[in-house]
């Protein structure tokens, strides 16, 4: 099968955070991940060594990174990550119990992105972690698109062969991803962003209408142009697709021409 054909799946369409928690004190650690194994896969580290031997196996995408330790406290540690290029763009929130200004402001100096303050609150920490995390894959993907020049569009529709029309017609000038399966919209782009969505109406499952509100709760995606695909294009169902999110519809059977010029219409690409 041809790369292009490829298609995500639910499999590989979602991942939950890999979070690495960096405390001394054993039952810290303990109530931390068990606070977060819910929401992430949480590795725990009782020092500095035991940190850099989970570096070696996985790519965190965040470092919770308590300060007061003995051997190598806090900030020796994200010196010795921030020296590294394997591991210095990874974010390093700190832990501490140090309500001292200068405290803070020497980690944030030495590259944290943020701290918390001990005893630590559930949905506080949780918060942070999901801000920071979002924040550092929007920067990759910025990174990514500009070494790409491309921007990304996801295509979804049930009907396979509008698919390959779609990818076809669109590949010159944009990376596409197609998803035949829209039960697994929402679980890709929590982890990608897309600069334009052409979304199906009539899909089993569920239905473009629906797809449009949740995708327009997604933080990276209440301003994302949505293009609808629709085989009948009556008023009410336009009206309705606006009403809810849409930024432009497109009938069915439509024209390779026909359907590059609404795209462009909502994506600029770079020449």
Do not use: W
């Not at 996801?154 to 698919?163: C, F, K, P, Q, Y």
């Not at 999110?245 to 021409?257: C, H, T």
Request: some cysteine; charged content about 30%; glycine content about 4%.
């Amino acid at each position: 099968m041809a790369k292009a054909d490829l298609m995500p799946t639910a499999e590989n369409a979602k991942e939950r955070y890999k979070i690495i928690c960096v405390d001394d004190v054993q039952c810290s650690l303990v109530a931390l991940k068990r606070r977060l194994m819910g929401h992430y896969e949480v590795y725990p580290a009782e020092s500095n060594e035991a940190l850099f031997k989970i570096l070696e196996k996985i790519t965190p995408d965040l470092i919770l990174l308590d300060i007061n330790m003995p051997d190598v406290d806090g900030y020796e540690i994200i010196k010795s990550l921030k020296k590294d290029e394997r591991y210095a763009g990874i974010p390093v929130v700190f832990l501490t119990s140090n309500k001292e200004k200068n405290s803070v402001f020497k980690g944030l100096n030495l590259g944290a992105v943020d701290y918390i303050l001990k005893p630590v609150d559930t949905s506080n920490i949780i918060s942070c972690i999901d801000k920071h995390v979002t924040a550092s894959r929007s920067e990759k993907y910025s990174s990514d698109k500009e070494e790409n020049g491309k921007p990304y569009i996801l295509a979804v529709d049930d009907i396979t062969s509008t698919l390959k029309t779609i990818k076809y017609a669109l590949y010159n000038d944009y990376t596409v991803y197609t998803l035949s399966r829209p039960e697994c919209v929402i679980d890709f782009l929590e982890l990608k962003r897309v600069d334009l969505i052409l979304l199906d109406y009539l899909m089993p499952m569920l239905n473009g209408f629906e797809l449009i509100s949740m995708i327009r709760a997604l933080p990276d995606h209440q301003n994302t142009p949505i293009i609808m695909l629709t085989s009948e294009g009556t008023l009410p169902q336009i009206k309705e697709a606006m009403s809810l999110g849409a930024s432009d519809f497109i009938v069915k059977p439509f024209k390779d021409n026909e359907l590059m010029e609404k795209v462009k219409k909502h994506v600029k690409i770079k020449k």
